[in-house]
C-alpha cells in the first residue's frame, strides 16, 4: 500500500500525497474552483486533473524535482532558472483570465494592509521596529500602477517543476488571475536572489528591480505573522525574516 504523505497542512487547507496521486483538501469551493479554472487556462504545463468530489481535487504528481524551497538549498542549472523565467513570461503575455487574483489587489487596499501588518508587527514584537520601518519604505516602490498580466499568485519556486533544463509543470493556482507580473517574479525569487539573472535572462524583458526588492520587503512583512499562526518558522534559516534583514 502506498504511503500518506502529509505534504502541506493547516487550518486553511491540506495537501496529501498517495503515490502518484496529490489530494488537494479546501473547505473554501471558491478557491478549488478558481484553481480549476486557471489551470484550464493557462498556456504552461499543469497537473493532470485526475477526479474532483467537493471538497478533495486529485492531481497526478509531475515529473521531475522543483528547483529548490524557500530556506533551502536549490538545484538546477543556468538554464533550468531561465527556462522557468521563460515560462512565467509566457504566462503573463496570455490572455487574461476572468477574474482578479492574488497578485491584482489594488494598490489602497495593500498599502493599508501592509501597514495595518507593520503596525502589528511592531507592537506585539515580533520585529524589530527599525527593520519593519526600513522594508515599509522598501516595499513603497511596489504600491504603483501596473498593467495586469496572467499571474500565478503563489509562484514559490517549491512550485514550479522541472527535469533537466524544461519546465514539466507549474502547480497550486488556487490564487491565480489578474496581477502584477513583477509579484510572480519576486515570488519565485524570493530567498533566491543569486538566480533573479538567470530568471529575468529567460524572462526576456528589462524589469524595475527596485520593485522586485519591493515585492520581496512587501510579501515578507505580509507572511511573517500568518506563518507564525499557522505553525512555520519565518525565522528559519534563509526565510522571510532573512529576506527582511537583507534589504537593511
Not at 533537466?164 to 515570488?187: C, H, K, N, P, R
Not at 530568471?199 to 511573517?224: E, K, P, Q
Amino acid at each position: 500500500m502506498d504511503e500518506v504523505k502529509v505534504v502541506v497542512a493547516h487550518s486553511e487547507r491540506a495537501t496529501l500525497r498517495v503515490g502518484d496521486v496529490f489530494l488537494k483538501v479546501d473547505a473554501d469551493q471558491a478557491r478549488i474552483d478558481a484553481e480549476v479554472e486557471a489551470m484550464s487556462l493557462a498556456p504552461v504545463p499543469t497537473p493532470e486533473i485526475l477526479w474532483r468530489k467537493p471538497p478533495v481535487l486529485a492531481i497526478a504528481a509531475l515529473r521531475g524535482t522543483t528547483l529548490g524551497r524557500l530556506g533551502g538549498p536549490t538545484t538546477g542549472s543556468s538554464a533550468a532558472w531561465a527556462a522557468a523565467g521563460a515560462a512565467i513570461r509566457k504566462l503573463h503575455d496570455a490572455p487574461l483570465p476572468p477574474r482578479p487574483g492574488r497578485a491584482g489587489r489594488s494598490i489602497d487596499a495593500l498599502g493599508a494592509e501592509l501597514d495595518a501588518e507593520c503596525e502589528s508587527l511592531v507592537t506585539n514584537g515580533l520585529l524589530p521596529a527599525d527593520l519593519v520601518t526600513c522594508n515599509r519604505q522598501v516595499a513603497q516602490a511596489a504600491l504603483r500602477p501596473w498593467t495586469p498580466s496572467f499571474t500565478h499568485g503563489d509562484l514559490q519556486i517549491a512550485h514550479v517543476f522541472v527535469h533537466g533544463d524544461e519546465v514539466t509543470g507549474i502547480i497550486d493556482w488556487s490564487e491565480a488571475g489578474q496581477g502584477d507580473a513583477l509579484y510572480d517574479l519576486a515570488t519565485f525569487t524570493l530567498g533566491h536572489e543569486g538566480h533573479l539573472d538567470d530568471v529575468l535572462a529567460g524572462y526576456g524583458t528589462d524589469i524595475d528591480l527596485d520593485v522586485i526588492h519591493a515585492w520581496w520587503s512587501l510579501r515578507s512583512l505580509l507572511a511573517v505573522r500568518w506563518l507564525i499562526e499557522h505553525g512555520f518558522d519565518p525565522f528559519a534559516p534563509g526565510c522571510e525574516v532573512d529576506v527582511l534583514r537583507s534589504r537593511m
